[in-house]
C-alpha cells in the first residue's frame, strides 16, 4: 500500500497527490507515467501522468481529473490513506535535446505531465515558451510552476475569464509564423493535440504529442492502448506515450476512447459511486 503524503483540490474535479512510490520516484524521467490500481483485487487499473517526483523524499506528484469510477473513488481519498499498487516508471522518457526554442502546449489536465518536460528542455539550455489553456480560469493549474520553467508563457482561457481569449491553437500558429520554433510539445485533450499538430504541420515543425489511452496491463499485453502512427499499429505503453503529431490517427483514437462512456454515463453507476462517497464522509 501506498500512503498518500498530501492532498489539494486544484479546481473543482482536479486534485493533486503526493504518494509515498520510493522505486518509481528514483527512477522516474520526464514523459514517463504510471498505472495505479486502488485497491487489491480486481479493481480497475488506470495510467496516470506524473507531475513531479523527489527521489530524496521517495514521492511523486499525480494530478488527477475525475472522470470515471476509479478517478472518483482516488478523489475520495485523503491524506494517510493509500493505494494498492503504483507501477512504473513506464513508457519512454521524452527525447530531450538542445534545439533552440521549444513550444510547450498544454490544454486542461495536460499541464501536469508537461511541467517536468519543459523543466527539462530549459535545463538543456532550449528557450522554452510555453501555452496552457483550460475552458475557464478555474481549470488552469500550475500557472506559477508553468511560469518558472518558461522563458514567456502565454494563458489562454475558451471563455476569456483570464489571460487571452483564445484557443491554445491561436498563439501556437503566431509563433509559429515567426519562424523561430525548432520543436512542439503538446498535451492535452487528442483534439487539441490534434489541431496542434495540424497547425504547426504546414511550417515543417516537429511535433511531440503524448496520448493518453484506455490501457489495462501498461506493458504491451492487453493491446488496449494501440493506436495508428503512420501505417503502423503502437502500443501506446510500450512504444509511447509520445509519437509525432503530424501521424497520429486522432479520430481513430478518439473513437476507441469514446467505447466505454455509455457505461461510465449509467444512472446505476453515478448512484453506487455517491454510495461509496457517502460511506467514506460517513454519511
Not at 503524503?5 to 520526464?30: I, Y
Not at 491561436?170 to 487528442?190: M, T
Amino acid at each position: 500500500m501506498r500512503r498518500i503524503v498530501r492532498k489539494r483540490q486544484l479546481s473543482e474535479n482536479v486534485f493533486q497527490f503526493v504518494v509515498e512510490a520510493p522505486h518509481v520516484a528514483k527512477a522516474h524521467r520526464p514523459g514517463q507515467f504510471v498505472v495505479i490500481q486502488l485497491e487489491d483485487e480486481f479493481s480497475e487499473r488506470i495510467p496516470l501522468s506524473v507531475a513531479d517526483w523527489d527521489p530524496e523524499a521517495g514521492t511523486i506528484t499525480l494530478i488527477v481529473q475525475v472522470v470515471g469510477k476509479t478517478t472518483r473513488m482516488l478523489s475520495l481519498r485523503q491524506e494517510g490513506e493509500g493505494i494498492a499498487h503504483v507501477l512504473g516508471p513506464l513508457g519512454n522518457p521524452t527525447d530531450i535535446e538542445k534545439v533552440g526554442t521549444v513550444v510547450c502546449v498544454g490544454g486542461g489536465i495536460g499541464t501536469a505531465p508537461l511541467h517536468p518536460i519543459a523543466r527539462a528542455f530549459r535545463r538543456k539550455g532550449n528557450r522554452v515558451i510555453s501555452i496552457i489553456g483550460a475552458r475557464t480560469k478555474d481549470l488552469i493549474i500550475l500557472e506559477d510552476e508553468m511560469r518558472s520553467v518558461s522563458d514567456e508563457l502565454i494563458v489562454c482561457t475558451d471563455d476569456g475569464s483570464y489571460g487571452r481569449k483564445a484557443l491554445v491553437t491561436e498563439p501556437l500558429k503566431e509563433l509559429c509564423e515567426q519562424g523561430d520554433v525548432n520543436e512542439v510539445v503538446a498535451i492535452g485533450p487528442p483534439i487539441m493535440m490534434k489541431f496542434c499538430a495540424e497547425t504547426t504541420r504546414s511550417f515543417g515543425i516537429k511535433t511531440v504529442v503524448s496520448l493518453n489511452t484506455i490501457m489495462v496491463d501498461g506493458t504491451g499485453m492487453c493491446g488496449g492502448c494501440r493506436v495508428k502512427v503512420g501505417d503502423e499499429i503502437k502500443f501506446v505503453c510500450v512504444d509511447g506515450p509520445e509519437f509525432d503529431g503530424h501521424l497520429v490517427d486522432f479520430d481513430g483514437m478518439m473513437r476507441r476512447l469514446a467505447a466505454y462512456r455509455p457505461m461510465e454515463q449509467e444512472k446505476d453507476h453515478r448512484c453506487k459511486l455517491e454510495l461509496v462517497g457517502n460511506e467514506r464522509r460517513g454519511e
